[in-house]
């Protein structure tokens, strides 16, 4: 089936609590290891194991736990394919449920999580809710794994704590969405925020932390941005770098370029064909946006000769954004029927909390 071709889900109520005074949370399932089986090509996706393990979980019936609808997508998918259609569709389900539900749980595949929660929270406007992307490195039949724990702690964030923003859980963070980046392809702690202190901290206790959580106080009226797909792509640059192939990526019909430059937002600026060939692209109307390939800090491009020569160029420093949040937002801003001039003001400015704007210097 087509992921365009989204519709027929499946939910469950869970039973056991007095109506009055029980949080409500929507777990929608768009597939990822939480909910796999194994096959004999690995893990995948399984249409209602979800409902059946979490059926089989007794804890799911006391407190604090919420009272909870899961909404099952069809076809469940690994988020390796993921696309900005499902990305509609989830923001959709929230939009039309919002009044039912104190919170939302997005179970997703660790893949793209990054990718979709940043996308996410471009997207949805006056959200004033949680919404908690959360997934898993073993699945939930598996004997040892991490999706039991990652699952009931973002249904009780998403239940009964004041964090009104998209936002993922993982092992012990809860994280800003789009912030987070994805560290570990084993690990428990797969996830990491490197430029955004954490939402909340589980351990023993839960300890939100109010002071990093974003509190809109005249949020605008509930609703949907569109985002479709673009003509973006990311590059990263490295010694040895063929020119050639540059100018020939820099070519039609690429409209923005996430350049994935070196440290402060650095690049090989005594090549002149380099930077020729990133100022004749800008001047045709072409977005570039530099980001650092470190895990931690961002560009400037004020620091350096081989940095500052970028800005000369063109190139708009992305500062601390992950390259999640950036392609994200850059596809994003291609949506809105906005003029280029528009995109690349927006590109310098804050708008959900992706980027720290002022200088680290
Ligand atoms: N390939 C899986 C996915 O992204 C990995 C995971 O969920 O951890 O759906």
Redesign the pocket.
């Known amino acids: 089936m087509s992921l365009l071709q989204f519709g027929c889900k499946k939910f469950k109520i869970n039973v056991g609590f007095s109506e009055s005074f029980v949080k409500k949370v929507c777990v929608i399932n768009t ?4 909910s ?1 089986k194994a096959s004999e090509n690995g ?1 995948r996706p399984s249409a209602g194991y979800l409902t059946e393990q979490m059926g089989a979980m007794d804890e799911l019936a006391q407190a604090p736990m919420p009272q909870f609808e899961i909404v099952e997508y069809d076809p469940l ?4 394919n993921m696309t900005p259609s499902v990305w509609g569709q989830i923001a959709t389900d929230i939009l039309d449920r919002y009044s039912s539900f104190d919170g939302f749980v997005v179970l ?6 990054a990718f979709s929660a940043s996308a996410l929270a471009f997207m949805l406007v006056g959200v004033n809710k949680p919404v908690i992307f959360t ?3 073993l699945p939930l039949g598996q004997i040892r794994n991490d999706a039991r724990e990652n699952l009931k702690t973002a249904m009780v964030l998403a239940a009964n704590y004041s964090i009104p923003e998209v936002s993922l859980l993982f092992g012990d963070h809860l994280f800003r969405g789009c912030r987070s980046t994805k560290v570990s392809a084993t690990r428990f702690d797969a996830f990491d925020s490197p430029n955004y202190p954490p939402l909340a901290s589980v351990g023993t206790t839960i300890e939100v932390h109010d002071e990093t959580v974003l509190r809109c106080n005249n949020a605008p009226d509930l609703g949907m941005l569109p985002i479709h797909p673009a003509e973006i792509a990311a590059f990263r640059i490295f010694p040895g770098m063929s020119i050639d192939i540059f100018k020939h990526f820099l070519k039609n019909p690429l409209k923005g370029i996430v350049l994935e430059t070196y440290g402060d937002g650095n690049g090989p600026s005594d090549d002149a064909e380099f930077t020729e060939a990133i100022r004749e692209a800008n001047q045709k109307g072409m977005v570039i946006l530099g980001c650092t390939q470190c895990l931690h800090g961002g560009t400037t491009q004020e620091s350096y000769a081989s940095g500052t020569a970028l800005t000369r160029a063109g190139v708009i420093p992305g500062r601390d954004m992950t390259i999640e949040a950036s392609l994200t937002k850059m596809m994003f801003l291609f949506s809105q029927g906005i003029s280029v001039d528009e995109i690349k003001e927006k590109l310098r400015q804050d708008l959900v909390g992706e980027l720290t704007v002022t200088s680290r210097r």
């Open positions: 597939g990822g290891t939480l796999m893990y998918i690994d988020s390796s997703h595949g660790t893949d793209t999580m997934g898993a490195q």
